[in-house]
């Protein structure tokens, strides 16, 4: 298993501005990734991030919208840019062991206003 | 293409009563994995168990089953003498050996009453 942690834990922001949220892993892992779980709903994937390589995102997210960094095998940040009402979710980050097991960070609690 | 059916949106049950959740899932792959996780009112998803496409067998933790049938394409959930503690959000899913995205269901939302 893996331990994850994510800061911060919940935010208000305001229409226009960017959140960078953080996700720290107790352990070495070569692949994180970040969810979007909009309120009511399931997981959706946005991208997935590999230590020393670009960000590989899903359809429909794009990277000047939701750049992510992944600088070492314990660590990713995700930025929420240029926010609007409809980014109003829950962010989780997630790591993936060698069994195919993903465990999920706290997640992040975000209201735009 | 690849799914995970969960038709239950929500359930509710009384305390210590039984209650299965159901998951379809739908793949082309023989080499599949299958998942459960919960997540309860604060927000954290907690993984409950994986199950690899070559293992039929059924498993039970404590209070806690599944029953995997690759006839049927599913993989259900029983609480036995559910508690209020229960109450959460289900999701089932589903990942291939050639891919490591997971596929979420749609969650199964069940409240346990006291």
């Known amino acids: 298993s893996a331990v994850i942690s994510q800061k911060p834990s919940r935010d208000i922001c305001q229409r226009g501005t960017s959140l960078t949220i953080q996700c720290q892993v107790d352990?070495?892992?070569?692949?994180m990734f970040w969810y979007r779980q909009q309120p009511g709903q399931s997981l959706t994937l946005i991208a997935t991030?590999?230590?020393?390589?670009?960000?590989?995102?899903e359809s429909g997210f794009v990277i000047d919208k939701f750049p992510i960094s992944r600088p070492n095998l314990t660590f990713s940040t995700l930025t929420v840019s240029n926010m609007s009402p409809e980014d109003s979710s829950i962010y989780l980050c997630?790591?993936?062991?060698?069994?195919?097991?993903?465990?999920f960070g706290p997640g992040t609690r975000l209201t735009v206003t | 293409a690849q799914k995970v059916t969960q038709a239950q949106t929500e359930i509710s049950v009384v305390e210590k009563e039984d209650v299965t959740l159901d998951c379809v899932y739908e793949?082309?792959?023989?080499?599949?994995?299958l998942f459960w996780y919960k997540q309860p009112p604060s927000g954290e998803l907690v993984f409950l168990i994986r199950r690899n496409s070559f293992d039929e067998q059924n498993e039970i933790s404590g209070r806690y089953s599944w029953n995997f049938q690759k006839s049927t394409s599913s993989f259900n959930f029983t609480i036995t003498a559910s508690q209020v503690v229960d109450s959460a959000v289900y999701f089932c899913?589903?990942?291939?050996?050639?891919?490591?995205?997971?596929?979420f269901g749609t969650g199964t939302r069940l409240k346990v009453l006291a």
């Open positions: 899913a589903l990942s291939t050996s050639g891919t490591y995205k997971y596929i």
């Open positions: 991030a590999n230590q020393g390589s670009e960000a590989t995102y």
């Open positions: 793949t082309r792959d023989t080499t599949y994995y």
């Open positions: 997630s790591v993936r062991t060698s069994s195919y097991e993903q465990y």
């Open positions: 352990s070495q892992v070569t692949m």
